[in-house]
């Protein structure tokens, strides 16, 4: 997804990586079950797109698990700086968390070790191959209190007001029915629960990355006002993300 560095030039590593995620980019599922047609539109795909928008963008192609090691690269470190992300979680031991889109899991066991053994990470994703990595890793890393779990494409399957918070790093864009599986979250989350959107900066040059692949703070505020979320904070403070926080909201009328 690294199309150029800071600079501006292409990074030779990151077009590789980019070309062969590009290559290996899951095909569009089949619309089965396709809840409301009206809120989606079509148009004709772009390069890492699947033609089908929402609110005004287009939504980017799934990442495949075949590109999974670049989710585990070493230069990550500096460019999403996780400790920042996960400071602004405000993680407590015994909190029930859930990393929707979790990949390998570089976020779940960072999570894991903040909650501890009395907490739980439900780490969700809707490829079993990406789950079988994760758990790989989490046996590695020794992190017992992460579950996987293989979600669906408008449903987590997460247990109803279990979560106190839910972290989506890099994936939102990426969900093929946004606005259903929003909804789900947010029937997931605990009364007063938090979601978290850390999305690549659009709109910004510096940021390196593919344009469906990155969300201004407007859009994604935009798309999480339409559910039961309040706005809490967005730490702008990341090298090239915003991780944007919001409260599940107790009553709700749209
Ligand atoms: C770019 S990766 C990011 C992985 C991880 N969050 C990280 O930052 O390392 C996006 C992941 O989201 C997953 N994904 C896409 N749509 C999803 C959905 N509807 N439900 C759960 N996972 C989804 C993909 O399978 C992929 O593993």
Request: avoid cysteine.
């Given at each position: 997804m690294i199309v150029q560095d800071r600079s501006g030039r292409k990074s030779k590593p990151a077009l590789v990586l980019l070309l062969l995620i590009h290559a290996l980019a899951l095909p569009t599922a089949a619309p089965a079950g396709e809840s409301a047609p009206s809120r989606y539109t079509t148009v004709p795909a772009s390069a890492d797109g699947i033609g089908k928008v929402y609110l005004g963008r287009e939504i980017a192609q799934v990442m495949s698990f075949h590109g999974a090691q670049w989710l585990e690269r070493a230069e990550r470190v500096d460019e999403e700086r996780p400790?920042?992300?996960?400071?602004?979680?405000?993680?407590?031991?015994?909190?029930?968390?859930?990393?929707?889109?979790?990949?390998?899991?570089?976020?779940?066991?960072?999570?894991?070790?903040?909650?501890?053994?009395?907490?739980?990470?439900?780490?969700?994703?809707?490829?079993?191959?990406?789950?079988?990595?994760?758990?790989?890793?989490?046996s590695r890393r020794g992190a017992a209190n992460v579950k996987p779990v293989l979600g669906g494409l408008t449903d987590p399957g997460l247990p109803p007001g279990s979560i106190d918070l839910a972290l989506m790093v890099d994936v939102y864009h990426e969900f093929e029915y946004p606005y259903e599986m929003l909804a789900a979250i947010v029937r997931a989350l605990k009364p007063g629960g938090r979601l978290v959107f850390v999305e690549f900066r659009g709109g910004d040059a510096a940021v390196p990355i593919k344009p469906l692949h990155t969300m201004t703070e407007a859009q994604v505020r935009k798309e999480a006002a339409i559910h039961a979320l309040q706005w809490v904070k967005t730490a702008r403070d990341l090298p090239w993300q915003n991780a944007i926080v919001f409260r599940k909201l107790s009553s709700f009328q749209r």
């Open positions: 400790e920042l992300v996960l400071a602004a979680l405000e993680l407590k031991p015994g909190m029930t968390v859930a990393d929707i889109g979790a990949g390998t899991g570089y976020y779940s066991w960072r999570m894991a070790q903040r909650v501890g053994a009395s907490g739980t990470v439900y780490a969700v994703d809707i490829q079993p191959e990406m789950i079988k990595l994760l758990e790989r890793q989490m």
